[in-house]
């Protein structure tokens, strides 16, 4: 999860509707353009543990999911697990450039996460900061400590950063190339930026842009979201709490936040990381004073649902549950 969509989607649990995960660098100034953060490419950093054996049960099962005992490479688990976004590209590039459509979103969500971090920690409009710099610039912000996502950005995107090769390709091509193949995440991707897009002043960054986002409509956009959720791929669901004001125009402002939680909170009872040092959690965690030490996303979730008078979580994860095992997407708003 970055951290521009972290401080959007901290807005959708608490003003609710409009959580997406890009652009807020476009509302900045150039001194305080910012990185990315909630269904975007860095939070795809996460594992997704089950948090009981309940949850692990009801994992999705998809053209996205590998079959269990494939020698084939789990890109989004090695992602997940790199702390040097360069190998990881190089190791993922051979089978992005094959049509490895998993390779090719995480080969995408590498490249979008270190441009992003770059943006917001450590490049200003006459230098780039070293490490020290970036934490002393961040000190004086309100709120917690950014030190310890500062070192993360760094220890997993200084040689992708020094390095920029061409070769790679771009995260805007590859993010192109796995929503054409279909990717749910891919897909999520697009169709959130394609949301967004008006809203944004100046418009989304063009290193970020492709053709389905600077031509796409919201029909399209909703189609991308239709495609992505028949997975019932867990970052999918929770991505789509992010997206319940354009899902749900007709919904009170109220009414979209209990949505918003309630699908995150589904999506960790689904099989999504939650735990204590999930990334999206780590994140919101970097604009939220109020999360507490050894507090997981879980319990995060469940702390913020009363404040949005949410008082029946429980209840609504498990209609919320049903109609996703039903496939019922017309009943929760997500028709083609």
Known sequence: MSVARTAITISV???????????LEQRRTPQETAAPVAGSAASRARITTAPDAKAASRRPTGPHARPAGSAATDYGKAFRESTNYRSFVLAALPAAR?????????????LAYCDETYKFYFRRANKVLSVDEAIEDRSDFSGPSMTEAIQRAYRRCHEINETKNPDWGTMAEWLAKATDAGQPLAQMETAQKIFLRPLVHGGIAAQSQTPAIAQGTYTEARSLVRAAIETKDPQVIFDIGDLQGFLQKDQPQDQLAKNAVTWRYVA??????CG???EWHLQFCLWDSNCLPGESGVDYLRRIAPTLN????EQRAYDLNAKIDAGSWDELGLGS
């Open 310 to 313: 949410v008082i029946d979580l």
């Open 268 to 273: 960790c009872l689904r099989g999504l990381d």
């Open 13 to 23: 649990l608490g003003l609710a509707g409009l959580g997406l995960w890009y652009g």
């Open 98 to 110: 094959a049509g490895d459509r998993d390779a090719q979103y995480y080969l995408h969500a590498a």
């Open 276 to 278: 204590v040092d999930a």
